[in-house]
């Protein structure tokens, strides 16, 4: 009997793809284009631009690309890419949330919305498979487990915003010394809100992503109050969460709180993080 090792999944989701393929044409030409820019005309890569699903669909996945290439030159990983999600399983909390943490600050400063959950259980990529003909195609992907449950539903447990938030299965890692990036290091996690950690699923803490230098924070805050201000009503409270979970990030390396969450530009850090 084949034994089944547990692994810590990463799950990735682009908020709001839904609301972008009703909104906006299908250019499959501009998506072909857009995956390699150096093959296509100034015009083609501007009308690409120009196309909300265009642009956020190929800077998630070209974001995923990198986060994956860079990830396997330090570890081994499996990750399973497709439409607007990506499943990405390794074996340390450590290596998944250091590909977590690139996912978000790269699709952030991209003004690319995400959200990420992160859990440990089973998971088994049992078989990949696909036929493509001139009339048409058969694609398969068949993975599953605990882990592949547990990491979709953190993602989806009702706490707004672009957070990379832990289900209880992978907070109970954070204190395990195998799952850490070194001996002497942690992982840096903060609590949610009171009123989120009231969820359903027992989710209390997320992963402190906001670690920039000070050039590249001023412009992942200047994205995010880019996206706040064009984002529809519906959309409002997702960037809301998102700056206080910011807020509380900052404070954590010992910052002064925001009072003012829309402000354009964060006052200069005591200290660098």
Same mark, same amino acid.
């Given at each position: 009997?084949? @034994?089944?090792?547990?692994?810590?999944?990463?799950? %990735?989701?682009?908020?709001?793809?839904?609301?972008?393929?009703?909104?906006?044409?299908?250019?499959? !030409? /501009?998506?072909?284009?857009?995956?390699?820019?150096?093959?296509?005309?100034?015009?083609?890569?501007?009308?690409?631009? &120009?196309?909300?699903?265009?642009?956020?669909? @190929?800077?998630? +996945?070209?974001?995923?690309? =990198?986060?994956? !290439?860079?990830?396997?030159?330090?570890?081994?990983?499996? /990750?399973?890419?497709?439409?607007?999600?990506?499943?990405?399983?390794?074996?340390?909390?450590?290596?998944?949330?250091?590909?977590? @943490?690139?996912?978000?600050?790269?699709?952030?400063?991209?003004?690319?919305?995400? &959200?990420?959950?992160?859990?440990?259980?089973?998971?088994?990529?049992?078989?990949?498979?696909?036929?493509?003909?001139? !009339?048409?195609?058969?694609?398969?992907?068949?993975?599953?487990?605990?882990?592949?449950?547990?990491?979709?539903?953190?993602?989806?447990?009702?706490?707004?915003?672009?957070?990379?938030?832990?289900?209880?299965? /992978?907070?109970?890692?954070?204190?395990?010394?195998? +799952?850490?990036?070194?001996?002497?290091?942690?992982?840096?996690?903060?609590?949610?809100?009171?009123?989120?950690?009231?969820?359903?699923?027992?989710?209390?803490?997320?992963?402190?992503? =906001?670690?920039?230098?000070? @050039? /590249?924070?001023?412009?992942? =805050?200047?994205?995010?109050?880019?996206? =706040?201000?064009?984002?529809?009503?519906?959309?409002?409270? +997702?960037?809301?969460?998102?700056?206080?979970?910011?807020?509380?990030? &900052?404070?954590?390396?010992?910052?002064?709180?925001?009072?003012?969450?829309?402000?354009?530009?964060?006052?200069?850090?005591?200290?660098? %993080?």
């Amino acid at each position: 009997m084949t @034994t089944i090792e547990n692994r810590v999944v990463l799950f %990735v989701d682009l908020l709001g793809f839904a609301a972008l393929t009703e909104g906006n044409p299908l250019d499959l !030409e /501009a998506i072909k284009h857009s995956q390699k820019p150096l093959s296509g005309s100034i015009d083609q890569l501007l009308t690409a631009d &120009r196309n909300p699903l265009t642009r956020a669909f @190929t800077q998630f +996945h070209h974001t995923m690309k =990198w986060a994956i !290439e860079l990830a396997q030159m330090k570890h081994p990983l499996t /990750a399973i890419t497709f439409s607007d999600s990506a499943f990405i399983a390794t074996t340390k909390l450590s290596e998944s949330v250091g590909v977590a @943490t690139y996912i978000l600050q790269s699709l952030l400063r991209a003004r690319v919305p995400a &959200r990420a959950g992160i859990a440990y259980g089973s998971f088994s990529a049992v078989r990949f498979r696909s036929d493509v003909s001139v !009339e048409g195609g058969d694609h398969s992907a068949h993975f599953l487990g605990t882990g592949v449950v547990r990491s979709h539903a953190v993602e989806s447990c009702g706490i707004k915003g672009l957070r990379i938030l832990l289900h209880p299965s /992978a907070a109970a890692l954070l204190d395990n010394q195998d +799952h850490r990036p070194s001996h002497d290091q942690k992982i840096s996690y903060v609590a949610c809100s009171p009123e989120e950690s009231a969820n359903a699923l027992g989710v209390q803490f997320e992963i402190d992503y =906001w670690r920039f230098k000070p @050039t /590249a924070e001023s412009e992942a =805050w200047r994205a995010l109050q880019d996206m =706040w201000n064009a984002a529809p009503q519906v959309a409002l409270p +997702h960037y809301e969460a998102t700056a206080q979970a910011i807020n509380r990030m &900052r404070v954590s390396q010992g910052e002064q709180p925001v009072l003012n969450l829309r402000r354009r530009t964060l006052r200069r850090r005591k200290m660098e %993080v």
